[in-house]
């Protein structure tokens, strides 16, 4: 009963995120017909359909779910708005040194942290979170297809990127229990492996 009374008020701010994101949805969708559609499309699909951009958002979740309040709300907000401007960055065609790299880098850190749930203090956590963020929403602000809108496209990532926080808060409330706190872990190793295998890739090291 006392973990059923914890999970309430997550849940709670959960569907408040997600109410918040489709209201953008709706708002870019209404922004400019054919093109907002093409991008906000291209944005929802962007997060889902790269790996390497899953299994980073997905830890953000876990981690959060395993430092507790506030980290398990902070730092799924904390990504995606300052995921926005490093695609702001992107769109504008900014140079940005390494950003394949430091994806891939995102997902064996985080993977790592939540296998070994490492506590962290709040501002430290939010600040890490933040700097990967920025490579991630560069990655995405250069990849913008032609022809889409580019404000439809970020809120389309933004809205991808929080749902993907949002399955892993949801996973990694099982930490509760022995056993889904095993589960959780090894679902960090898990990415840091994914995360390991995209540096060598982006470092030419495997084809």
Known sequence: MIGTEKAKPLFSR???VVVVMLAFTQTALAHSGADAALGLKSGLLHPITGLDHLVAMVAVGLWGAQLGNPAI???PITFPLVMAMGGLVGIAGLPLPLPEQAIALSGIALGALVAF????PLA???LLVGVFAIFH???HGRELPQAADPLAYAVGFVVATGMLHL???VI???VRWPLGEHAVR???VAISAVGVYFLLAASGAIG
């Open 124 to 126: 430290i956590a939010m």
């Open 172 to 174: 990694g409330l099982i």
């Open 167 to 169: 399955c892993g808060i």
């Open 137 to 139: 929403g560069y990655a």
């Open 117 to 120: 749930r490492t506590r962290a």
């Open 14 to 16: 959960a569907g408040l």
């Open 186 to 188: 090894a679902c960090g």
């Open 73 to 75: 709300w902070m730092l």
